[in-house]
């Protein structure tokens, strides 16, 4: 419970102070076509930092697992959270909804359920559901199916990791709860 908490004001305060580099938008156009670029570049700046850091963490832990292909890893550690472009929040409404899954996890699933056909509380079925949405924005743009699996169940707290899933998820999973 403290690390958790501990672990979302690291994060609130890892948002507030986000500077997105230009070696950062360079690091992002060397794995992703011009199309992923411009929707990776609709994310709000602590998000883009944010997959930046995940992308960088999987290269790192790629190195424990050399049989991987370190561009695919990068690439999915980049668009794993795309589906934030349609949130449109900034970091306060974000910590909001951080803070209401935290101490009511049971308002936060009602809410997000509420706003699958409800716009009132359409932030919330975005914020739990990013995955879903973001695979479904990818798929527009001819991004492959395995990528869009991946990122589609990348949130454990939305689907478990299952044992038949594969190594790069489990990669995901471990760079994304680092940051
Ligand atoms: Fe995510
Ligand atoms: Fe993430």
């Not at 501990?6 to 230009?22: C, D, E, I, P, W």
């Not at 156009?29 to 602590?46: D, I, K, M, R």
């Not at 306060?92 to 509380?121: C, D, H, M, Q």
């Not at 990669?171 to 994304?176: F, G, P, S, W």
């Amino acid at each position: 419970m403290w690390y958790s908490l501990t672990h979302r004001l690291r994060q609130f305060y890892f948002g507030m102070s986000a500077v997105y580099l230009k070696e950062d938008a360079a690091f992002v156009s060397s794995y992703l076509n011009s199309e992923e670029v411009a929707l990776f570049n609709q994310l709000p700046t602590f998000e883009k930092k944010h997959s930046v850091i995940v992308a960088k963490k999987m290269l790192e832990l790629a190195l424990y697992n050399p049989e991987l292909d370190p561009r695919k890893l990068a690439k999915l550690g980049l668009l794993h959270d795309i589906g934030k472009v349609l949130e449109r929040s900034g970091i306060v409404t974000k910590s909001i909804l951080v803070i209401v899954r935290f101490l009511f996890p049971w308002l936060y699933n009602w809410l997000a359920e509420l706003g699958v056909r409800n716009r009132l509380f359409r932030a919330f079925f975005i914020h739990r559901h990013h995955g879903l949405v973001g695979a479904q924005l990818l798929a527009k743009i001819g991004v492959s199916s395995e990528f869009l699996m991946m990122i589609k169940k990348h949130d454990p707290r939305v689907e478990p990791f299952a044992p038949d899933d594969p190594i790069e998820l489990k990669i995901l999973q471990q760079a994304d709860s680092t940051y």
